[in-house]
């Protein structure tokens, strides 16, 4: 019976010691530490926060990119990672460059490391099995409760300026104007960087006056200014903006009524430019009249095809794309004519 009691008593220590066993290496396993590779920077000095974790074989470790950004202080760069193997698992080091730009002791936040199961993870691999799993999947996990939270514990580091204090009081001051911009200067330079200068806006003041010419403003204003027939620049102007109209296919994709209206606009345009008494108050049919006693005989056909365009737009006639098109031409043929004529 003694004997018995013993043997019971013996396995009760050995269940019991082996539970505290497999409890401790859970808790070493996943155990992370946090150090910085300097506890006195200089300002705008990068440093490293080390992130050191015991990850036991067949795990999935999450962790971001970044350290959060702090006041004074920010991540350097995304981080860096290595492992090596260690027992049955492996340490997983993670390296954070730092940058700070305050001075006096600065708060360098903490980060959450999460460990679970390697299992249907994909990502980088390293010792036993283990991945580096997606961070940005880490919050949106609907496993979330399954996976272990390590956290690590924030540090701080002490950034001291580059100025000290013997720099001051050995008469450390900003330099006097004439230092910049005077005597000390060095003259040569001055001059090939003048000369330089010169020589480029020489070369670049065409290529300024051709841009102006080419794009934006007014092209009457830009052919006045530079000498040439504002006539001939508002004929132009016409044939390419009717041009530019067939380009765009209206008729095609039955909005005749816009292709029309586009279309007598233009001419419109063209026809006031030609004599001032010709204004916008006239409409397109007393327009056309004026043309027809006042220009030569092809007006005609013009005025026909501006008619078309009158019912077109303000009525229910809706002609086919080939009477539009050919009504279009109508009136590109007669501007293009008009040039001759007026010559």
Request: hydrophobic residues 45%; aromatic residues 8%.
């Amino acid at each position: 019976m003694m004997k018995r009691m013993r043997l019971a008593l013996a396995l009760s220590w050995v269940l019991l010691a082996g539970t505290a066993t497999v409890s401790l290496a859970a808790q070493i396993s996943l155990e992370a530490t946090g150090s910085l590779s300097a506890d006195t920077v200089g300002q705008g000095d990068v440093f490293e926060l080390y992130v050191e974790i015991r990850v036991p074989s067949g795990s999935a470790v999450y962790f971001p990119d970044t350290v959060p950004s702090a006041f004074g202080l920010e991540s350097f760069r995304a981080v860096d990672w290595e492992s090596e193997a260690f027992g049955d698992g492996g340490i997983l080091t993670l390296n954070y460059p730092l940058i700070a730009f305050q001075i006096g002791l600065i708060p360098v936040p903490g980060l959450d490391v999460f460990i679970g199961p390697a299992t249907g993870i994909e990502g980088p691999s390293f010792d036993t099995g283990s991945v580096i799993g997606e961070w940005d999947g880490v919050a949106t996990d609907s496993g979330l409760e399954a996976l272990e939270q390590v956290p690590i514990a924030r540090q701080a580091v002490w950034i001291v300026s580059p100025i000290q204090l013997g720099d001051i009081s050995a008469g450390l001051e900003p330099k006097l104007p004439s230092d910049v911009l005077g005597a000390n200067w060095d003259w040569l330079s001055l001059v090939v960087i003048v000369s330089l200068s010169i020589v480029l806006l020489v070369a670049i003041a065409p290529m300024v006056r051709k841009m102006l010419t080419d794009q934006g403003g007014n092209p009457v204003l830009h052919a006045t200014s530079l000498g040439r027939d504002p006539a001939l620049v508002r004929w132009q102007a016409a044939l390419d903006e009717l041009d530019r109209i067939l380009s765009l296919g209206l008729h095609l994709n039955e909005n005749v009524e816009e292709f029309y209206g586009r279309s007598s606009r233009a001419v419109r345009t063209y026809v006031e430019g030609l004599d001032t008494a010709w204004g916008p108050s006239f409409t397109s049919s007393e327009l056309m009249l004026q043309l027809c006693s006042g220009i030569n005989g092809s007006s005609v056909n013009l005025y026909g095809s501006m008619d078309v365009a009158e019912v077109v737009k303000f009525g229910r006639l809706r002609p086919d794309a080939d009477s539009a098109e050919s009504d279009w031409r109508v009136l590109r043929n007669w501007v293009e004519e008009s040039r001759t004529i007026e010559s």
